[in-house]
């Protein structure tokens, strides 16, 4: 699938970019040095721009192969990457996604993640047929527990230390 931009009101969602024009690198690496992000997302780490790079990469890839809708967050009148909302472990032929969230540091307690999250969400039950979408976060990100309960989603199941959201396409 061809990545789709949407425009969200306050932030405008599109693609991950390190082009000419728009070169997302010094924001993704800036983003993922902070404490927060270590700590709910230990498992991405893009130390310098060639890690960021290939996380671009790795997300262009996932578009193009129907496994991921991801959107850069931005500011619209700047371009200026705030966060990254995406559509993860698409199945297309059940319905089925896992929504997933990140906000910069100097972003954060904006609204950034529920207004974004609702575009995406809104794009994926509209224009990909989702059924039902689930939000998974580490127990104790009360962040994260805010989003999924401002977007919609009933606490669904625990896993021993993630805490599964689920929203269907009638919530």
Not at 14 to 35: E, H, I, K, N
Request: charged letters at 25%.
């Amino acid at each position: 699938m061809q990545p789709v931009e949407i425009n969200a009101g306050a932030y405008y969602l599109r693609q991950l970019r390190c082009d000419t024009r728009l070169d997302d690198r010094p924001a993704l690496v800036t983003a993922f040095a902070d404490d927060e992000m270590r700590r709910w997302a230990p498992r991405t780490q893009l130390r310098d721009i060639n890690d960021a790079a290939l996380y671009i990469a790795g997300r262009t890839a996932q578009w193009a192969q129907d496994q991921r809708c991801s959107w850069a967050v931005c500011e619209p009148t700047t371009g200026d990457l705030v966060g990254e909302i995406g559509l993860s472990h698409l199945d297309l032929d059940a319905g089925t996604a896992e929504a997933g969230c990140w906000v910069a540091a100097q972003w954060r307690g904006r609204g950034v993640a529920t207004h974004a999250l609702g575009a995406a969400l809104r794009f994926g039950y509209g224009a990909l047929g989702l059924s039902y979408v689930d939000y998974v976060h580490v127990a104790g990100n009360t962040a994260s527990q805010r989003v999924a309960q401002k977007c919609g989603f009933r606490q669904h199941e625990r896993h021993g230390d993630l805490v599964v959201w689920r929203r269907g396409v009638d919530s």
